[in-house]
């Protein structure tokens, strides 16, 4: 019980106090409240003048991240091509001595044609060769029909031109001839 009426004394003090001030501390009181509550208002301008510095500065690191990401994204790729160029320049440079032959060149040829399509594998590049598989339009583009007794219709006979995907999606369909 005494804590009880303890408490109930402690909940009318403050009004007691408030009731007995004077005009003067009253008005001392507000603008004290006054002053914190500029200081308050102050602090969270600050922070808010901060919070918005610090936004368009992550927007300019962020766009600047965006745009080397974009000036720099084929690097690799660069790099891995410039072994297929290198390539290329050997075959030549082999093909112009005088004791090259047709069957050097085109061996060159190949494994130059190997390195190309393993660079452009290790990119998600995979060429489409469709040789002996049923005509597929979503993957292959007919060139021409050819009655073939003994193959089934709509296969592919022959591939005139590979087609390309790019991690899975169509660059360039495979030009192919179908039997009738």
């Not at 969270?44 to 974009?70: F, I, Y």
């Not at 190997?114 to 979503?138: R, Y």
């Amino acid at each position: 019980m005494t804590k009880k009426k303890s408490t109930e004394k402690e909940d009318i003090n403050p009004t007691i106090k408030a009731v007995s001030q004077t005009p003067k501390e009253k008005e001392d009181n507000l603008k004290e409240q006054l002053i914190q509550a500029q200081q308050s208002a102050k602090d969270n301008w600050d922070k808010l003048l901060r919070s918005q510095a610090e936004m368009e500065n992550l927007k300019r690191r962020n766009a600047k991240d965006v745009e080397n990401a974009h000036k720099f994204a084929l690097d690799s790729f660069v790099k891995a091509l410039l072994e297929v160029k290198d390539s290329l320049s050997m075959g030549i440079k082999t093909a112009q001595e005088e004791k090259a032959t047709v069957k050097h060149i085109v061996e060159g040829l190949e494994m130059t044609n190997k390195v190309f399509l393993s660079t452009l594998e290790k990119f998600g590049v995979v060429m489409i060769n469709p040789e002996d598989e049923a005509f597929n339009p979503e993957l292959h583009e007919a060139v021409t029909m050819i009655p073939m007794p003994g193959k089934d219709s709509n296969s592919v006979l022959e591939v005139v031109q590979f087609g390309f995907t790019l991690n899975g999606r169509l660059v360039r369909p495979a030009m192919v001839v179908v039997a009738q």
